[in-house]
């Protein structure tokens, strides 16, 4: 189900999906000022960033959901891919 949720998707907006399957961001301008206040929204998320990483134990192949949240701060926007994939070609990184 999620693998035919992202193939539509990128027959949508391509560049849309590939941020939002990462964990990223996607701004869209059309016009100077749109570009100018984007870049510093995203300038004022730098400072505020921080690198989760995980390894599973026992990965098998296919996709596998995740989430990542704050229990103790409440409000807090919280922005991560909402997933990874696991091949059969061999252990993961």
């Given at each position: 189900m999620a693998a035919i949720a992202m193939r539509?998707?990128?027959?949508?907006?391509?560049?849309?999906?590939?941020?939002?399957?990462?964990?990223?961001?996607?701004?869209?301008?059309?016009?100077?000022?749109?570009?100018?206040?984007?870049?510093?929204?995203?300038?004022?998320?730098?400072?505020?960033?921080?690198?989760?990483?995980?390894?599973?134990?026992?990965?098998h192949v296919g996709f596998h959901t995740i989430?990542?949240?704050?229990?103790?701060?409440?409000?807090?926007?919280?922005?991560?891919?909402?997933?990874?994939?696991?091949?059969?070609?061999?252990?993961?990184?």
């Open positions: 539509n998707a990128l027959r949508q907006n391509v560049p849309e999906t590939v941020a939002k399957v990462s964990g990223g961001e996607y701004f869209k301008f059309s016009d100077e000022k749109g570009l100018q206040r984007d870049l510093q929204r995203l300038s004022n998320h730098i400072s505020n960033r921080y690198m989760l990483s995980f390894h599973p134990q026992s990965p989430g990542v949240s704050l229990k103790e701060y409440k409000g807090v926007k919280v922005q991560a891919r909402n997933g990874y994939w696991v091949d059969g070609d061999g252990p993961t990184p």
